[in-house]
């Protein structure tokens, strides 16, 4: 005899509450209290319940899944490889795993990736879209308004558009560098930019030298870089070359700043004795670096949390006005600096 499936009342008994409150949670209803989240799981999987999501997206009209969109980025290789960009997926994921909701990875590097990336949310295959959009002129964000997909980005939208973002205060992460050195009594101090067609490189410049030039110093050799560690590398060559008696080095990453401590030691110069560097972001490679890295700290997995937040959000009120969320830097003392 085949034994029936358990029902929402099933777990609702088992659990102690009302079938309303299993239905909140097994539907991902944002606010409820994390002790009933978790009891409510318990008794579902103490009683084998299986939701018939089908019969759920009838009624919510929702699938239960939301669009991870790396726009920008390059080929595949790069978003996998890069630190960042793993940070991001891991604060996105286990976000949503507490709210029953499943991100669907999309890589959008070329304008047919991005058209084929708006068709899927725009026929309903996910809720919204949690978009990570490295340059300020991608046409992925007001493409995504147009089809009214409800969107939240990772990072300000490169000019003012009605969508929510989350971002960082990324010129007093500069500023934080900068003082940082001269306090240490650095006193010719180079920087290593990242691309200046991305706002936050931009900003993290901009930060830095205005600090700087409050500290008394007008002019700060620059050699830019494209976030890369051969573009650091490469960077870092330049600025011994053009700067041959500089004392200290801002990297506007990490992986930059890991690859510019690389190419010090290999020309016999001390981290930080001879040459202080401070680096962004407190990524994995800050720690792998030797020395460990001084680094401006990006809480870029709570950042990531709090974008889906606010997608959920969205989808549970439709038509509320976008909102920002904006993270304070946070500077990280280590041995290189």
Same mark, same amino acid.
């Given at each position: ?23 909140? +949670? ?6 409820? *209290? ?6 409510? %799981? ?19 009209? /929702? ?52 058209? =084929? ?41 490169? /000019? ?5 973002? +989350? ?16 306090? $240490?009594? /650095? ?16 900003? %993290?410049?901009?930060?830095? %030298? ?22 650091? @590398? ?7 070359? &053009? ?8 990297? @506007?990453? *990490? ?28 990524? $994995? ?15 870029? =997995? ?11 959000? &969205?989808? &549970? ?12 830097? =946070? ?7």
């Amino acid at each position: 005899m085949s034994r029936v499936a358990p029902t929402l009342e099933d777990v609702a008994r088992v659990a102690g509450v009302s079938r309303a409150t299993v239905s909140r +949670v097994v539907n991902g209803t944002r606010n409820v *209290d994390p002790e009933l989240q978790e009891t409510v %799981r318990n008794a579902i999987e103490q009683t084998g319940y299986t939701p018939n999501r089908v019969a759920r997206s009838l009624v919510t009209r /929702r699938t239960g899944t939301v669009a991870l969109v790396i726009s920008g980025a390059g080929g595949g290789s790069d978003v996998f490889t890069d630190p960042f960009f793993g940070r991001v997926t891991a604060g996105v994921v286990d976000f949503l795993r507490g709210h029953s909701v499943h991100p669907v990875l999309m890589l959008a590097d070329s304008d047919p990736a991005r058209t =084929e990336v708006v068709e899927f949310l725009r026929q309903g295959s996910a809720d919204g879209a949690l978009l990570v959009s490295t340059h300020p002129a991608d046409p992925l964000p007001p493409r995504l308004l147009e089809a009214g997909v409800p969107s939240v980005l990772y990072a300000r939208p490169g /000019r003012p558009m009605p969508i929510g973002y +989350v971002d960082m205060d990324h010129r007093a992460g500069g500023r934080l560098a900068a003082d940082h050195l001269v306090a $240490a009594g /650095r006193y010719n101090i180079a920087t290593i930019s990242g691309p200046m067609d991305v706002l936050a490189s931009q900003d %993290r410049h901009a930060g830095f %030298r205005d600090a700087m030039a409050r500290h008394g110093f007008p002019y700060v050799p620059t050699a830019e870089g494209g976030f890369t560690a051969e573009s650091g @590398a490469a960077a870092m060559h330049r600025l011994l070359t &053009e700067c041959p008696d500089l004392d200290a080095v801002f990297a @506007a990453n *990490d992986l930059m700043a890991q690859a510019a401590v690389d190419v010090l030691l290999e020309h016999g110069l001390r981290v930080p004795e001879d040459v202080a560097v401070v680096g962004f972001d407190d990524s $994995a490679p800050a720690l792998a670096c030797r020395p460990q890295l001084t680094t401006i700290r990006q809480p870029v =997995e709570r950042m990531a949390a709090q974008m889906a937040d606010l997608l959920l959000a &969205e989808l &549970e009120k439709p038509g509320q006005r976008p909102r920002s969320v904006i993270f304070e830097p =946070e500077l990280v003392v280590r041995a290189s600096a």
